[in-house]
């Protein structure tokens, strides 16, 4: 499967406990989004990465909230310290460069539930 | 905050008809997008738009965008109950160069 992948699918965490999250986005993507999603909603930014610079990111992430994207290939986001508010979907995607803003290919989400 | 909002929030319809979804943003736009959710699942990205463009067709979807009322519009023709799923438009807002907005979405129900 050559689709943007994410690990893991799912995670239960106690309140307090540090997670985080992986994406592997399609080999030829330069472009790299993280959105979090809850029941009923749409999804909302968090932040975006072109090769490994993280070029935006939303107000909406507190200081617990953390992306890396070291090589420029696969990215990773960490929360810290987790509140029940936290419990979402978390969803990445990548695109191709060569078209502002092209179609988004998404990964099947890390759900999040906080304890 | 949203930038686009879908309407209506939840529609229900027999297999066979057709459904039409409306999206409403505040900023100008390069293009707009549409992408599909089915349940607890990933998105899929269904079609594109340029501002430039005012009507679009991929198989059974039919996209319009009216730049001057700020809107469009997905029709999904001879609808089957596979299409059950959310549909969101997506644009970026003004003021940022990179963040892809998503509205809120419609629940699209297709009952065999």
């Given at each position: 499967d050559t689709g943007v992948s994410q690990d893991p699918r799912h995670k239960i965490t106690k309140r307090g406990q540090n997670v985080t999250f992986r994406c592997d986005p399609i080999s030829e993507h330069n472009r790299l989004y993280w959105y979090r999603q809850t029941l009923g909603q749409g999804p909302e930014f968090l932040t975006y990465f072109q090769n490994e610079a993280q070029l935006e990111k939303?107000?909406?992430?507190?200081?617990?909230?953390?992306?890396?994207?070291?090589?420029?290939?696969?990215?990773?986001?960490?929360?810290?310290?987790?509140?029940?508010?936290?419990?979402?979907?978390?969803?990445?995607?990548?695109?191709?460069?060569?078209?502002?803003?092209?179609?988004?290919?998404?990964?099947?989400?890390?759900?999040?539930?906080?304890? | 905050s949203q930038q686009g909002e879908e309407d209506p929030q939840a529609l229900s319809i027999q297999e066979g008809e057709n459904a039409t979804m409306n999206c409403s943003y505040k900023t100008s736009i390069n293009n707009l997008q549409w992408y599909r959710q089915n349940s607890g699942r990933g998105l899929v990205h269904l079609i594109l738009i340029r501002s430039n463009e005012r009507e679009k067709h991929s198989g059974r979807l039919r996209v319009t965008l009216d730049t001057s009322k700020k809107s469009s519009s997905l029709l999904i023709t001879a609808s089957r109950a596979a299409d059950t799923a959310s549909y969101f438009c997506v644009t970026r807002p003004g003021g940022s160069n990179y963040k892809l907005t998503f509205g809120k979405g419609t629940l699209l129900t297709v009952n065999p």
């Open positions: 939303s107000r909406l992430l507190s200081d617990r909230f953390s992306a890396e994207r070291p090589k420029g290939s696969f990215s990773t986001l960490e929360i810290q310290r987790t509140e029940q508010g936290d419990s979402a979907m978390y969803l990445c995607a990548s695109r191709y460069p060569r078209e502002y803003p092209g179609e988004l290919f998404f990964g099947e989400g890390s759900r999040l539930t906080v304890l | -």
